[in-house]
């Protein structure tokens, strides 16, 4: 059997896999989450060859999931994962539907079996149903999809995908048949900016501006589509000509934190600040930009807030009472308002609200640990240290991630998937160079922190704060006479030096501020402090939601 010869005036030519990158770079990728397979080989080779972006391979398709997900969370732009089709690519789904449901750019690289293998009538390993099951199945978690089976049309799909993927925020899947990644290949059409009309921005702008100016206590929500599509600092800038007092939603904690903007904190209804609360419910010009209506958002409100009274830009429409403008993208909306208010700041129509008390006093005391102290212990080590971003799980840490003073935040807060944590801090630590501090429970550890194993071989040094009380403990808050939230204690720290880290455990308040000094002063390998926390201990905020969740899910009397 001979074997394949390059013949040098073929590789002379870009292959589809070198467009593919230089396409994905132009478009803010910066690196590749991959985990190969028989399926995707070819195109992993040409990735490899071309070294047109770093290829980064973890231990699990969710783990590379979440990490190309946090990447582009932190930095902006696409982020990329790979896999090979069936096994691989199905292993993704779940981390796809969350980038789907929380807006972010991911783009899914999926091998494929070749257009002979196909017509061979034989059923093909890794396959389900059909050869399309797994493109049906991505067809519901994405907004564009292509099939990359013929050099010709290639460049033009490619530019269509990427494109959308920019354009609305939104997941796309590309899939790639194992006999094309080498294949000759035109370049890919430059990016397409999403156009509008101007008219109609301009004409929403003025009645935006004539509303807010008729009201008596405006405010300025901001959500996600803020870092989505690059405003944070157009956004401040306009919350400072406006003099409008600036709240972000729960999945918008960690907006405008280093803007200077007047943050007046995070909404949470009933699980926070009542005042805050209370200006937020009863605005009567509430400008919401970004915004996803969403109950971990809004539901706990104590006085349902009424949108239609409500300012919402979202999804590439404004709405105003019944008023709607449709086409016009936050962008549109954002630069018309900068365009039309004076630069010199207005004066506030109502006094802003009181800044949030964070907690930072950490008494060096043998004192059993609560959530809140180690809120406290990350306020003080910012403090000392200068601001770390936070990539947080869900659960009880993500809670606990609302009383840390301001500072960038990645977490799956909407869709609340188990898992992202650590991967996610590996992916932000490797698109940004910023090294995170990462907030997991035991349970969400126990699913991808093992990730963390790959951590050495790219330099990354992540803190990791686990919150280790043996149980699903945000579950067992809702239905607390069972026992399958039960975890049994695992001992974490021990387990950090076979993964290439160090670990402590802590179970005192000053046990705990001796590990972060020294976890802040070790760099080169990560470092893992396994939390011990009683069963039942929880943050004053998880207390409050749980307990607002409980009484607003309660039926109404009857009568």
């Known amino acids: 059997m001979s074997l394949p010869i390059d013949r040098p005036q073929e ?6 896999t070198s467009c593919l990158l230089h396409a994905l770079r132009e478009r803010g990728a910066t690196e590749l989450f991959g985990i190969p397979g028989d399926f995707a080989l070819p195109f ?9 972006l770093p290829l980064i391979t973890l231990s699990h398709e969710p783990g590379v999931g979440f990490a190309a997900d946090g990447a582009s969370r932190a930095r902006g732009g696409l982020g990329v994962v790979a896999a090979t089709y069936g096994a691989g690519a199905i292993n993704l789904v779940n981390t796809v539907a969350s980038a789907y449901a929380e807006r972010v750019p ?24 059909s050869l399309d099951s797994q493109w049906r199945l991505f067809e519901e978690v994405t907004c564009a999809r292509a099939r990359l089976d013929d050099p010709q049309t290639a460049p033009a799909e490619i530019a269509r995908v990427l494109d959308a993927a920019l354009q609305q925020s939104r ?13 000759p290949c035109a370049s890919v059409p430059a990016p397409q900016a999403k156009t509008w009309d101007p008219d109609r921005a301009a004409a929403c702008a003025d009645e935006l501006l004539a509303r807010l100016r008729a009201a008596q206590d405006p405010m300025l929500v901001v959500c996600v589509e803020v870092r989505r599509f690059n405003l944070e600092a157009k956004v401040a800038e306009l919350a400072r000509r406006l003099a409008l007092p600036v709240v972000t939603t729960f999945m918008g904690r960690g907006l405008l934190a280093d803007s200077g903007a007047p943050l007046a904190g995070t909404y949470l209804g009933l699980a926070g600040d009542p ?13 919401l930009l970004g915004a996803i209506v969403s109950d971990t958002n809004f539901a706990v409100s104590a006085q349902r807030i009424d949108f239609r009274h409500a300012i919402h830009a979202y999804d590439d429409a404004v709405h105003m009472g019944h008023a709607v403008y449709p086409d016009l993208p936050l962008a549109a909306l954002v630069d018309a308002l900068l365009a039309r208010v004076p630069v010199q700041a207005q004066t506030p129509v109502a ?44 659960g009880d840490c993500l809670f606990t991630a609302m009383d840390v003073e301001p500072t960038g935040l990645i977490a799956p807060g909407y869709y609340a998937t188990m898992g992202y944590g650590v991967p996610a801090g590996l992916g932000l630590q490797a698109a940004t160079g910023q090294r995170p501090i990462i907030l997991v429970g035991d349970g969400a550890f126990q699913m991808t922190g093992w990730e963390l194993g790959n951590a050495h071989r790219y330099g990354l040094d992540p803190i990791v704060l686990v919150f280790n009380n043996a149980s699903w403990e945000m579950l067992r808050t809702f239905m607390p006479e069972v026992k399958f939230n039960d975890l049994g204690q695992w001992d974490f720290a021990h387990m950090a030096a076979g993964m290439g880290g160090e670990g402590q455990v802590v179970h005192t308040r000053a046990e705990l501020a001796a590990a972060l000094a020294q976890a802040q002063a070790t760099r080169g390998r990560f470092q893992l402090i396994d939390i011990r926390l009683a069963p039942g201990v929880l943050s004053p905020t998880l207390q409050r939601f749980v307990a607002a969740v409980k009484r607003l899910s309660m039926p109404s009397p009857s009568h």
Not at 275 to 287: F, M, P, Q, T, Y
């Open 11 to 16: 590789r002379a030519l870009p292959t589809l």
């Open 351 to 394: 006094p802003p609200p009181a800044p949030p008390a964070y907690p930072s006093e950490l008494p060096l005391d043998d004192g059993a640990l609560q959530p809140r102290d180690i809120a406290a212990a990350i306020n003080r080590l910012m403090r000392q240290h200068g601001p770390m971003p936070l990539a947080c799980d869900v």
């Open 275 to 287: 005042e805050l609360s209370a200006r937020v419910e009863n605005s009567d010009a509430l400008l």
């Open 171 to 183: 997941p796309v899947y590309i899939e790639i048949p194992r006999d094309m990644p080498a294949r």
């Open 106 to 129: 991911l783009v899914v690289l999926s091998g494929a079996p070749a257009a002979h293998e196909a017509r061979s009538g034989l059923l093909l390993h890794h396959q389900v149903k």
């Open 44 to 52: 992993f080779r040409e990735v490899e060859r071309c070294g047109l």
